[in-house]
């Protein structure tokens, strides 16, 4: 098992930027494919951003492409999220995932409690 400590989030204008973090205990975090998802008010989580265990597999979602980048440092136990450009409709709360097996669903996953994003316009 594994568990997941985000940070970073806040408020920020319209075309600013936040790094966030998650900070992973428990088990090898390298065993882990590690993501990003978000979930705004009244909207369902949706996938954001996932790296593979490996770091060779990267998906993003066509809404943050170009100005998100996920990355993950193994030695530090820690993924991280660079958003830059940041829009309105970027507000939400973003949630670390840990998924421990390939071809899992994600949402089966090990969740972190999440940090609120808010970009104002």
């Known amino acids: 098992q594994v568990q997941l400590v985000e940070s970073g989030g806040g408020l920020v204008q319209a075309g600013g930027s936040l790094r966030l973090s998650c900070a992973a205990s428990?088990?090898?975090?390298?065993?882990?494919?590690m993501g990003w998802f978000r979930q705004a008010p009244g909207k369902e989580r949706e996938r954001v951003a996932t790296?593979?265990?490996?770091?060779?597999?990267?998906y993003y979602v066509d809404s943050v492409k170009g100005r998100f980048t996920i990355s993950r440092d193994n030695a530090k136990n820690t993924l991280f999220l660079q958003m830059n450009s940041l829009k309105p409709e970027d507000t939400a709360v973003y949630y670390c995932?840990?998924?421990?097996?390939?071809?899992?669903?994600?949402?089966?996953?090990?969740w972190g409690q999440g940090t609120q994003v808010t970009v104002s316009s």
């Open positions: 995932n840990a998924r421990p097996e390939q071809g899992l669903n994600w949402f089966s996953g090990y």
């Open positions: 428990g088990r090898a975090f390298f065993r882990y494919d």
């Open positions: 790296l593979s265990r490996g770091g060779d597999t990267i």
